[in-house]
Structure formats: structure tokens, C-alpha cells
Nanobody, 126 residues
Framework: QLQLVESGGGLVQPGGSLRLSCVLS????????IGWFRQAPGKEREGVSC????????DYVDSVKGRFSISRDNVKKTVYLQMNSLKPEDTAVYFC???????????????????WGQGTQVTVSS
């Protein structure tokens, strides 16, 4: 059974950095695209970034481009989301998700990802 476990969330001041980790179990990472959604209070889930099985990375939210970076280590079966220059509006629960092989070309839709982690809270506040 495929499972995803996130870690690395927490409280950080504006301008700070966090690195989220997502560990896959139940299969090898090479077969899967791994992405990150986030959900702020009172808002819908928003697809942020995705790394496909070939290592191509896509970003979907203009406000995080240049600040967030997704990467993967297939040996460790781990995908990372490096978040720099954090802003209060980045405050959300961040979810790791997976689907077979490819990332969507334009928009991440929750329905397209069958496996979800439990989420990790990121709070950006002074």
C-alpha cells in the first residue's frame, strides 16, 4: 500500500525558510510523480509544485515561483519542497500527493492524485 508521510513544517518568521520532506513507502519513487498542495484556512486546496518520474519539475502558483523549489532523491524515496523568503500568505497545511509517472501540464487538481499524506502545518508569522 502506497503511503506518504510529510515532515518539516513549523512556525517561521516572514523572510525565513523551511524545507518540507515527503517520504514514500510501499513502492519505489521512480514510478511516481510527487506534488505538493496547500490549503489555507477558509480556502480551497491549491496545487503548488510537482516533480515527475523523469525528474522534470513544474510550478503552478505564480506567487511562489522563484521562492519555492521542489526536488527528489529516489534513493531515499523522498521529495523535498524548499521554501524561501516565506510570507504570511504562505501559511497553510501542506500536503504531499502522488500519482503515476507524470505531472499535470497546467494545473494540479486534487481529484487527479489518488494518494495523499496527512499534511504538515506551515505558519509564517512574526
Amino acid at each position: 500500500q502506497l503511503q506518504l508521510v510529510e515532515s518539516g513544517g513549523g512556525l517561521v518568521q516572514p523572510g525565513g525558510s523551511l524545507r518540507l520532506s515527503c517520504v514514500l513507502s510501499g513502492s519505489i519513487l521512480d514510478y511516481y510523480a510527487i506534488g505538493w498542495f496547500r490549503q489555507a484556512p477558509g480556502k480551497e486546496r491549491e496545487g503548488v509544485s510537482c516533480s515527475d518520474s523523469s525528474g522534470e519539475n513544474l510550478d503552478y502558483v505564480d506567487s511562489v515561483k522563484g521562492r519555492f523549489s521542489i526536488s527528489r532523491d529516489n534513493v531515499k524515496k523522498t521529495v523535498y519542497l524548499q521554501m524561501n523568503s516565506l510570507k504570511p500568505e504562505d501559511t497553510a497545511v501542506y500536503f504531499c500527493v502522488s500519482r503515476f509517472r507524470t505531472c499535470p501540464r497546467s494545473t494540479m487538481v486534487p481529484f487527479d492524485f489518488p494518494t495523499w499524506g496527512q499534511g504538515t502545518q506551515v505558519t509564517v508569522s512574526s
